[in-house]
């Protein structure tokens, strides 16, 4: 029974920052490569970043490298995003998901991604 609870979304002007956490259970958290993806109104869901089981590693969508920071906490079993300079065009939701493994490189594809949270959205106003 893997649960991952997103949190910290909200409406924010552009050029704002805002705090996305994910609580995780149900798993071995530290064993697996974790990510964020969004999906917008009327779009597909895209890749956001992903971090390696151990943290070591990260991985950004070219449309928010440099905006946008992962990290996770393995002893209390979170994983957050970071995001900074926030553009309309980053609205969407947002949902965490875990892994099949523990390598951040592979999780970039849903397809290696076995459990999905709910996501929460994110509104940026210009």
């Known amino acids: 029974q893997v649960q991952l609870v997103e949190s910290g979304g909200g409406l924010v002007q552009a050029g704002g920052s805002l705090r996305l956490s994910c609580a995780a259970s149900?798993?071995?958290?530290?064993?697996?490569?974790m990510a964020w993806f969004r999906q917008a109104s009327g779009k597909e869901r895209e890749f956001v970043a992903t971090?390696?089981?151990?943290?070591?590693?990260?991985y950004y969508a070219n449309s928010v490298k440099g905006r946008f920071t992962i990290s996770r906490d393995n002893a209390k079993n979170m994983v957050y995003l970071q995001m900074n300079s926030l553009k309309p065009e980053d609205t969407a939701v947002y949902s965490c998901?875990?892994?099949?493994?523990?390598?951040?490189?592979?999780?970039?594809?849903?397809?290696?991604?076995?459990?999905w949270g709910q996501g929460t959205q994110v509104t940026v106003s210009s």
């Open positions: 998901a875990k892994s099949n493994g523990a390598y951040a490189y592979t999780s970039r594809r849903a397809g290696d991604l076995d459990s």
């Open positions: 149900g798993f071995t958290f530290s064993n697996y490569a």
């Open positions: 971090i390696s089981a151990s943290g070591g590693t990260t």
